[in-house]
């Protein structure tokens, strides 16, 4: 309570209480701590954050280039699994808490994640000598690298022939002359990997056939008895 006091030319004066309520702020809820970003698929991320206090809902947004974010909910619920991704393709979020009051407070800290690659198309399997086979394959969006198997028992069974390749063909050695070998492709990144691709098949060259040795033409002899 303040008191006011009014003096006039006069000197007369007079003295009134004046009333004033000062308000606190409202409280406002702090930033939420993302804590991971991951167990993709090729078209999902899980995103995780700690609550805070006096939060009443979250809003969790999304983002693929770190600056034009949008809405994915205004009710975000950690963990909160973020579907109809792309494939290979880096995601940015942040989230922020909002009060009952609906009192927003400020955006966490941006955390990415990457989809794993969509599955590689069949192998195209050609450039044949007796002993080798050229594998290659259609680059994958978010690819680090790819894994190569093949069925060189023709068993079913595919076995990884090279550990990782960041190319997208890889040659086959050491084979066997006119058989016929069966590829397919596998794509990787930090998230995982994809399925197998479809199979690809090639046959090698027949092995070269060495024609016989030209024989040697007979001696005729003119000598007579005598």
């Given at each position: 309570?303040?008191?006011?006091?009014?003096?006039?030319?006069?000197?007369?004066?007079?003295?009134?209480?004046?009333?004033?309520?000062?308000?606190?702020?409202?409280?406002?809820?702090?930033?939420?701590?993302?804590?991971?970003?991951?167990?993709?698929?090729?078209?999902?991320?899980?995103?995780?954050?700690?609550?805070?206090?006096?939060?009443?809902?979250?809003?969790?947004?999304?983002?693929?280039?770190?600056?034009?974010?949008?809405?994915?909910?205004?009710?975000?619920?950690?963990?909160?699994?973020?579907?109809?991704?792309?494939?290979?393709?880096?995601y940015y979020f942040r989230v922020k808490a909002v009060s009952a009051e609906e009192e927003a407070g400020s955006y966490s800290a941006v955390v990415s994640g990457i989809t794993i690659p969509a599955t590689p198309d069949a192998p195209i399997v050609g450039g044949a000598t007796e002993s080798t086979l050229n594998v290659s394959w259609t680059a994958v969006t978010g690819a680090t690298g790819y894994y190569v198997y093949s069925d060189?028992?023709?068993?079913?069974?595919?076995?990884?022939?090279?550990?990782?390749?960041?190319?997208?063909?890889?040659?086959?050695?050491?084979?066997?002359?006119?058989?016929?070998?069966?590829?397919?492709?596998?794509?990787?990144?930090?998230?995982?990997?994809?399925?197998?691709?479809?199979?690809?098949?090639?046959?090698?060259?027949?092995?070269?056939?060495?024609?016989?040795?030209?024989?040697?033409?007979?001696?005729?002899?003119?000598?007579?008895?005598?």
């Amino acid at each position: 309570i303040f008191e006011l006091t009014v003096t006039d030319e006069y000197e007369d004066s007079s003295t009134a209480s004046v009333k004033i309520t000062v308000n606190p702020p409202p409280d406002v809820p702090d930033a939420p701590v993302i804590s991971s970003v991951g167990s993709a698929t090729q078209t999902s991320l899980q995103v995780i954050w700690g609550a805070v206090a006096i939060a009443d809902t979250y809003t969790l947004e999304r983002a693929t280039d770190n600056t034009n974010f949008t809405v994915v909910s205004a009710n975000a619920v950690s963990p909160a699994t973020v579907t109809g991704l792309s494939s290979g393709t880096t995601y940015y979020f942040r989230v922020k808490a909002v009060s009952a009051e609906e009192e927003a407070g400020s955006y966490s800290a941006v955390v990415s994640g990457i989809t794993i690659p969509a599955t590689p198309d069949a192998p195209i399997v050609g450039g044949a000598t007796e002993s080798t086979l050229n594998v290659s394959w259609t680059a994958v969006t978010g690819a680090t690298g790819y894994y190569v198997y093949s069925d060189k028992a023709n068993s079913g069974t595919f076995a990884d022939l090279e550990a990782s390749t960041s190319n997208t063909s890889f040659m086959d050695t050491g084979l066997s002359a006119d058989t016929t070998y069966n590829y397919q492709v596998v794509a990787w990144n930090n998230s995982g990997q994809s399925g197998n691709s479809a199979t690809g098949s090639g046959t090698t060259s027949s092995a070269a056939t060495t024609a016989p040795d030209t024989p040697t033409a007979p001696t005729i002899s003119n000598e007579t008895e005598s």
